[in-house]
């Protein structure tokens, strides 16, 4: 192969490298959750990252996306003086792009890619010697997405912040979600009147045009709390003839109780604006073919596996 630069899409060609044999030792510094994608680790693979509290409340690096190599079985590692992008694999090395993301990958950008051997030693000795590296893990994931959660997004050196925009409105990670069907609501006059309804739904950011929020009603709420929707968790909406599926949308805010019922409870859930409906029979086929070929999706239920969650947020490209 030689040496070769690959430019000003790169992208094409580090994923179909990393589909290769392994294993591979990937250091790219920022993260979107659009990463699993572009990388294509697998178990025995190892990657490093700037998951440092700066670049996880900047938004530059997704706990989303850690946490899905960490279900792919790969080694995670965390430095943060980390701002490069190496991948090493048995037959090459690609110096590249320094953030594994979509706007990466509209971007003009470059990789050099060499089969040279002194080369691939060199980058075996820089990622060994990379100080300061931390492990990432359970614990190190909650943290992070605590850091994410109460952070914005700001610029950081070299990262645009176009690579964060539309992903905002979920969860990091997603380790809560539901398939349900659910009726729509709207307060009546009386229900609005009273101030449990304007003090539990506030808009504290104002009006978006990327979002849109929704109050729905659940005629037969969970008795307990794994099965009761809470704020936080991801819903995807099933259509009463079941031949629909609602994009994801986030519990804004509930369970909020529907006067003159028994038990009826409503919920105010957040959703994009630019994601639409999937027929059921196309997610049941896309979902068979992604390795799940159970997923239920015509029946109410709450999704346990995290495989199974991230192959229902890949429907609509989250």
């Known amino acids: 192969m030689g040496t070769t630069l690959r430019a000003p899409h790169p992208w094409p060609h ?43 409340r900047a938004h530059a690096t997704s ?8 279900d792919a079985g790969v080694r ?6 980390l701002h490069t992008g190496l991948i090493v694999t048995p037959g090459q090395v690609i110096v590249g792009p320094a953030s594994a993301s979509h706007s990466s990958t509209l971007a003009d950008e470059s990789a050099l890619a060499t089969d040279d051997p002194d080369a691939h030693a060199a980058a075996h000795v820089f990622l060994d010697g990379l100080d300061d590296t931390t492990e990432v893990d359970e614990v190190f994931l909650d943290s992070a997405t605590e850091i994410w959660r109460i952070g914005r997004v700001v610029p950081l050196a070299g990262i645009g912040s176009s690579t964060r925009i539309g992903h905002d409105f979920l969860p990091t990670p997603v380790r809560r979600m539901f398939l349900r069907h659910l009726g729509d609501y709207t307060p009546t006059a009386e229900a609005e009147a009273e101030r449990t309804w304007a003090t539990s739904a506030p808009e504290t950011n104002g009006p978006n045009p990327r979002y849109r929020t929704q109050w729905l009603r659940d005629d037969t709420p969970g008795t307990d ?4 929707l809470a704020p936080g968790d991801v819903v995807i909406r099933i259509s009463d003839d079941d031949t629909c599926l609602d994009p994801p949308a986030v519990v804004d805010t509930g369970p909020v109780h529907i006067p003159h019922t ?57």
């Open 225 to 228: 709390r794994r099965s009761r």
């Open 63 to 70: 706990p989303t996306a850690l946490a899905r190599f960490l």
């Open 262 to 318: 028994r038990s009826a409870v409503a919920y105010r859930l957040r959703s994009r604006t630019d994601l639409d409906p999937l027929a059921v029979n196309d997610a049941a086929r896309i979902l068979a073919e992604d390795g799940h070929p159970n997923p239920r999706v015509h029946h109410d239920h709450r999704v346990i596996s995290p495989g199974l969650r991230a192959a229902l947020l890949r429907l609509w490209k989250l």
């Open 14 to 56: 580090i994923t179909a490298t990393l589909r290769g044999p392994g294993p591979h030792r990937v250091a790219v510094a920022y993260l979107d959750h659009t990463a699993p994608e572009l990388l294509s680790l697998h178990a025995g693979d190892q990657l490093i990252v700037n998951a440092a509290r700066p670049a996880v």
């Open 76 to 81: 995670v590692l965390s430095t943060p003086n």
